[in-house]
């Protein structure tokens, strides 16, 4: 067993028997879903119960992503918070002893928000479904595909070995573009080849760099390579593997100018499908850089941070005037494709906090990362139910068919799309506001070496990016939501929000509250695991 193994640890020996509870809770969190899909596709699934075949295994996905959720939820509840820069629920077996690969899991507190919120955008994806499944093959093959996305999502988040990411990482990539290619819209096939296409190529460059460090340093695993901190790497290949690993990660994060695919994924996709895309996959990216290259080759991500900070101004801004150009009047824009494009920008303020290798910054990073995934996650279903109510999501004909006066035919309905707007545009008081200001915080100071006057012009530009995030958002507001009443009211009526939609919605709008009203819930775990991270203790 190797020196990170949690039996060599004093502190975790302190607690062996709520450790090795979570253990088993950990433990059960990835397993149930791979469970769950694959008795969904069983020709007479037992235990499932329904009106029909095709409600049981919808029923059958809702109940097995709850579980998870529940289990999510008991293991927030038994971590030691007062020490979160420690790992808990460790466990670390011998896989492939040749190569010195484990099964070696674990969560602290950076992982941990994001494997929470995996399950309850998982959850309530499943829960939507069931009442609102989306037109294509078998129901039982869709919440297969949606519960092994959540297995994957959730174990790259909770593996503690180089392998085990990469296969945790691509274990996501083919749920997906099946859930494109068969549930999605429009130009779906493409759309889903282009998707699959890109982020494979990022994989395989990503592995390469996984396996420079890992041959060089001696092992995988990822608690030992970021308590050496980079000492065993000589600069060389910190620089190669830095390259090789952020341009992967950068694929699926989206960077700009890595980030095409994202737009026509988004728009083919099925509401669930978007809703996980946005709300999971794309913070994968941005965890490995935090969880992999700034611990791991400290050296050579000091070399490429003004680089990977340019690059996520300029996507900050580009994101911006994509949406901008998309909201105007004429353009016929789609309302999927902007909040795409958005995602672009709000993924540079994430970029930007990362690359500044200060404390502020990445714990900014880690907290726009969850506030994109529940503001982002939010918009997505509601963009999914004013497409099925009009029947389009194209910006043009939204506005003509609600007689620009959505407020008047669905007020609660366009209430909460006035709420996802203004939160993503960082009001204060709401999640999307922290991690914005403490990414450019960051930015203003940043780490140690790096050249202040390039990054206060950097935070300058997404200062602007700011401004630019809100001409756009609250554009689409105006032309959605605001109007001629008695236009509005000689219309038929539309129906606002129904009951299961709510129950879907209303844990997103209230997280992203709390989470803007007491941004300590989620800095005070994150914020003593980065400073860990980036001092190598």
Excluded at 123 to 130: D, K, P
Excluded at 136 to 142: E, H, I
Aim: charged fraction near 10%; hydrophobic fraction near 55%; include cysteine.
């Amino acid at each position: 067993m190797r020196s990170c193994s949690p039996s060599s640890s004093p502190s975790e020996r302190e607690i062996p028997l709520n450790d090795t509870a979570l253990q088993y809770v950990l433990a059960a969190i990835l397993v149930l879903p791979l469970l769950g899909a694959a008795v969904a596709l069983l020709p007479a699934p037992p235990g499932l119960r329904g009106r029909g075949p095709d409600q049981a295994v919808l029923r059958h996905g809702v109940t097995v992503s709850g579980a998870v959720l529940v289990l999510a939820i008991v293991l927030a509840a038994g971590f030691d918070h007062d020490h979160p820069a420690k790992m808990q629920a460790t466990t670390d077996l011998s896989w492939i002893p040749a190569l010195d690969i484990h099964l070696h899991l674990g969560i602290d507190g950076i992982s941990l928000p994001l494997l929470v919120l995996t399950a309850l955008l998982t959850f309530l994806c499943a829960l939507y479904s069931y009442f609102h499944m989306p037109a294509g093959p078998s129901p039982k093959a869709y919440v297969a595909l949606i519960l092994l996305l959540e297995a994957g999502t959730l174990a790259s988040f909770a593996v503690l070995d180089l392998i085990l990411f990469f296969l945790a990482f691509e274990m996501v990539l083919i749920p997906m573009y099946f859930l494109i290619a068969r549930w999605g819209s429009g130009d779906r096939e493409r759309s889903a080849l282009r998707f699959i296409v890109y982020t494979l190529l990022g994989s395989v460059i990503m592995l390469l760099g996984l396996l420079l460090i890992g041959v060089k340093a001696g092992t995988f695993d990822m608690v030992a390579l970021a308590t050496d901190n980079g000492s065993s790497l000589s600069h060389s290949t910190q620089l190669i593997a830095v390259l090789a690993i952020g341009l992967g990660l950068a694929v699926k994060t989206p960077m700009w100018p890595l980030h095409s695919w994202l737009p026509d994924a988004h728009t083919a996709a099925p509401t669930a499908g978007s809703v996980l895309l946005a709300g999971v996959l794309l913070k994968m990216g941005t965890y490995g850089l935090v969880r992999i290259v700034l611990p791991m080759a400290p050296e050579g991500m000091h070399t490429f941070a003004p680089y990977l900070a340019a690059f996520a101004v300029i996507g900050i801004v580009y994101g911006s005037l994509a949406c901008l150009a998309l909201a105007r009047q004429g353009n016929g824009g789609d309302l999927k494709r902007l909040i795409a494009y958005s995602s672009v920008g709000h993924m540079g303020f994430v970029l930007l906090g990362i690359a500044s290798m200060s404390p502020a910054g990445v714990n900014g990073a880690l907290f726009a990362n969850i506030a994109h995934g529940l503001i982002t996650g939010l918009l997505f279903f509601l963009v999914g139910a004013v497409k099925d109510r009009y029947g389009s999501s194209d910006l043009d004909q939204l506005a003509g068919r609600a007689g620009a006066a959505l407020y008047g035919r669905a007020p609660r309905l366009g209430g909460l799309l006035a709420f996802g707007a203004v939160a993503s545009l960082g009001l204060p008081g709401l999640a999307g506001f922290w991690g914005e200001m403490l990414a450019m915080f960051g930015a203003f100071e940043p780490g140690a070496g790096l050249s202040r006057p390039v990054f206060l012009t950097f935070t300058a530009i997404a200062a602007f990016g700011t401004l630019l995030t809100a001409g756009y958002l609250l554009t689409v507001v105006r032309r959605i939501c605001m109007g001629d009443r008695d236009t509005a009211t000689s219309l038929p009526a539309l129906a606002d929000v129904r009951g299961y939609e709510f129950a879907a919605w209303a844990p997103l709008a209230a997280l992203t509250v709390l989470a803007g009203l007491w941004p300590a819930v989620l800095l005070d775990l994150t914020d003593p695991a980065v400073r860990t991270l980036l001092g190598g203790n």
